[in-house]
């Protein structure tokens, strides 16, 4: 088969992976700057081009768009839809989980145990907010942050005040979180395929920092989870459409809390601490489905 991975790093250990996983398996894989491919789209037959050349008709893409980018490469991602491109994910569930107040809308849908969670417009309401989640301390998160930039504990009302006037006087939005504290600056991320939980960590935040993402410094260690936890993870996949994703979840008092969904979710800690191949498991999940998903492809929305 012949697959192209959007990504604008080709030296990152994930897209390294991907690639040796499929070059392992027989397979061809094209890597491409995301932000160097231009579309005509107003052709009755969608045409990307890539450095001055047409690209081919792949069996797959391989999506791996930095949050920056997203608006951009998801345009991308959808032209590649139109031509009959079985998408690793598709363009209408990577939206949906880079949108975290969206996310959170459509897992809260579904009933899935999410933390306590308000969102309003301008500082007015930063009281409002602040008590609607429970009081301080609270969590504030920017709306499409990744990899747990935009993300601030605020351990007074006062402080949970000031930080959200700064966003609201620089026009971001952001949505206000209760604090767990049986979380302990740990969480868990459920690597899910297909509706399948394959591999499983648990992430420690390095001391006095209660983020627990391994880019803040974070450490991850393998664990087993729960059959609830497992069930909880898939229905919150299959929930925002994603066919691969990374699951963040915290442990608290009334059970498992969904913190995120991630739609490009990185493989070298979950790989290093479970010692599972999971770039070879994404691998063969596109073997299995890209044939049948080019004719099957879901409509965008």
Known sequence: MRF?????NPGLY???RLCEAARARGHSIDVINTLHVHMNITSNLPVLRYNGRRLPIYDAVIPRIGASITHYGLAVLRQFEMQGIFPLNESVAIGRSRDKLRALQILAREGIGLPVTAFAHGPRKAEDVIKEVGGAPV????????????????ETEGSARSI?????AANVNIMVQEFVPEASGS?????VIDGEVVAATKRIGRPGEFRSNLHRGGTAIKID???EE???????AGAVGLNVSGVDMVRSSRGPLVMEVNSSPGLEGIEGATGIDIAGLVIAFLEKTASYG????????
């Open 164 to 168: 959200i006037e700064a966003f609201s």
């Open 225 to 227: 989870l729960t059959p």
């Open 14 to 16: 994930s897209h390294v």
């Open 139 to 154: 969590v504030i998160k920017l709306l499409e942050g990744a990899q747990g930039m935009g993300v601030v504990l605020a």
């Open 294 to 301: 080019k004719t099957q492809t879901k409509g965008m929305g």
């Open 187 to 191: 969480d868990i991320r459920a690597f």
């Open 4 to 8: 192209v991975m959007l990504a604008r």
């Open 230 to 236: 497992c069930q909880i993870a898939s229905h919150a």
